[in-house]
């Protein structure tokens, strides 16, 4: 029988790293898996959201954004991620090593992380879409959104990554843009992206009234929205777990090579949840609202997730919380219909934790190298993302409205957007049941038939 031979140093210390480069892609794994429920919580809040009409129209949507976005990340966007930390000026090696060719992008038994981190991304990039996708519901063409969210999921959203997420990116080497939860990457780019869109599209028929009162137009399903927003909320830990570096052998960091902990993360999550549902409750008494105030929470706290203190996290979502439903009146107010709150859940908060985060972070130190956190710096960041979400869908989406190609016509939208653009019925028992659907009109509603949407907070 032959004696067991004891492994050499050498033979241990490969084994303890492959055991770590192992479990670092095991981590990532689970968190893209988690991800994926973010997008089953978007099909299923737009889905309940949308009257019965449209209520397919608003699940196709986000499953198409999905499975065209991850190309496009693949294809290009990586690329884009990799090669410009600096601005708009390429890094030309990291562009070229990034692209589809490389050794790197397909299997490689020499390369663990390469493809784990991609599919992270990837799903930051599909989350951006879907963030967009209902805030457009029961007028836009699906045509139109797809380009739309091509040019949001596939470039911009990489943009933001390169210049406030990489490790050598400028927003970050020369202000000290600290964003650990992507309030900004993320959030605030497919926010105000959102909000530019919208402003092009104009309001669904019959949403106002010529002397400015708001009709409430109420979604087929409430109960298929709030579950919705729950599975947004359970994907969020894969999300924010991904915005967090599994480091072998030492302690986790952040994006920015901060130590931090998991734990950081659990608290601080979680108390910005609470927060921002009770804020949100607090102000509208909506289950719809109430549920998104949970994002709202989590969104304004995510800058500075791993340093707040539990109870400041918690502060920050309530007062943020509160104010989510008013921003969405504000904007009823200009006449601009976003159907599910997208700018005021992901742009205001967005912008706002950045800005809170300026005030109470101000002073930490960086890595080295980098600037510290200032308030300064988190004000440019988040002039530069809501810029890179605004300016380009804005300009996209005019353009598109220019040509024809933004909305439905009238009597598509009238008759429904899943007879018209899909083609087929979500509940096809519906007629059989009670008969045809019947489309609301409201351009003859007297002021005395409308609900004052401050009437519908209280």
């Given at each position: 029988m032959d004696e067991l031979q004891t492994p050499s140093l050498a033979e241990l210390h490969a084994l303890i790293d492959m055991?770590?480069?192992?479990?670092?892609?095991?981590?990532?794994?689970?968190?893209?898996?988690?991800?994926?429920?973010?997008?089953?919580?978007?099909?299923?809040?737009?889905?309940?959201?949308?009257?019965?009409?449209?209520?397919?129209?608003?699940?196709?949507?986000?499953?198409?954004?999905?499975?065209?976005?991850?190309?496009?990340?693949?294809?290009?966007?990586?690329?884009?991620y990799n090669a410009f930390p600096d601005g708009l000026v390429p890094r030309m090696d990291a562009f070229m090593a990034s692209m589809p060719w490389s050794e790197s992008m397909g299997p490689n038994i020499q390369d663990n992380a390469t493809g784990i981190f991609w599919g992270a991304f990837a799903l930051f990039a599909a989350t951006t879409g879907s963030i967009?996708?209902?805030?457009?519901?029961?007028?836009?063409?699906?045509?139109?959104?797809?380009?739309?969210?091509?040019?949001?999921?596939?470039?911009?959203?990489?943009f933001a990554a390169a210049w406030g997420w990489h490790?050598?990116?400028?927003l970050t080497v020369k202000w000290g843009y600290h964003d650990v939860g992507a309030a900004g990457v993320v959030h605030m780019v497919a926010g105000f992206f959102a909000l530019a869109v919208v402003i092009n599209l104009g309001p669904r028929i019959g949403r106002f009234n010529t002397d400015g009162s708001v009709n409430p137009i109420a979604g087929h399903s409430m109960p298929m929205s709030v579950v919705g927003l729950m599975l947004i909320?359970?994907?969020?830990?894969?999300?924010?777990?991904?915005?967090?570096?599994?480091?072998?052998?030492?302690?986790?960091?952040?994006?920015?090579?901060?130590?931090?902990?998991?734990?950081?993360?659990?608290?601080?999550?979680?108390?910005?949840?609470?927060?921002g549902v009770v804020g949100a409750y607090l102000i509208s008494r909506e289950p719809f609202w109430m549920m998104s105030g949970g994002l709202v929470g989590i969104i304004s706290i995510a800058p500075g997730l791993d340093l707040y203190h539990p109870g400041l996290a918690y502060l920050i979502a309530l007062g943020v919380g509160c104010l989510a439903p008013m921003m969405n009146q504000l904007l009823l107010r200009l006449r601009i219909d976003d159907a599910v709150g997208a700018f005021a859940v992901h742009g205001f908060a967005g912008f706002a934790g950045l800005l809170i985060s300026g005030i109470f972070l101000s002073g930490y130190p960086n890595m080295e190298g980098m600037a510290d956190i200032s308030f300064t710096g988190q004000?440019?960041?988040?002039?530069?993302?809501?810029?890179?979400?605004?300016?380009?869908?804005?300009m996209l989406s005019y353009l598109l409205k220019q040509v024809g190609m933004l909305r439905v016509p009238r009597q598509a939208e009238e008759r429904g957007l899943d007879l018209t653009e899909v083609p087929a019925q979500a509940y096809p028992e519906w007629d059989a049941m009670h008969g045809q659907a019947a489309v609301t009109r409201f351009e003859n509603s007297s002021p005395a038939t409308s609900i004052p949407l401050e009437n519908k907070l209280a």
């Open positions: 055991t770590n480069t192992l479990n670092m892609e095991i981590f990532y794994w689970w968190c893209t898996a988690l991800m994926i429920l973010i997008h089953a919580g978007f099909l299923s809040y737009e889905i309940g959201a949308s009257r019965l009409k449209n209520a397919l129209a608003a699940g196709v949507k986000n499953i198409l954004a999905f499975a065209l976005i991850i190309p496009a990340v693949y294809l290009i966007g990586w690329a884009i967009f996708s209902g805030a457009i519901i029961e007028r836009a063409r699906v045509s139109a959104f797809l380009i739309l969210t091509l040019l949001l999921g596939g470039v911009l959203w990489l490790p050598e990116g400028w909320i359970v994907g969020f830990f894969g999300f924010l777990g991904g915005c967090i570096i599994y480091n072998g052998g030492a302690q986790w960091i952040n994006i920015y090579g901060q130590p931090t902990t998991l734990s950081a993360f659990s608290f601080n999550t979680l108390m910005g949840f609470a927060g004000l440019v960041g988040a002039i530069v993302m809501a810029s890179l979400g605004f300016i380009p869908g804005y």
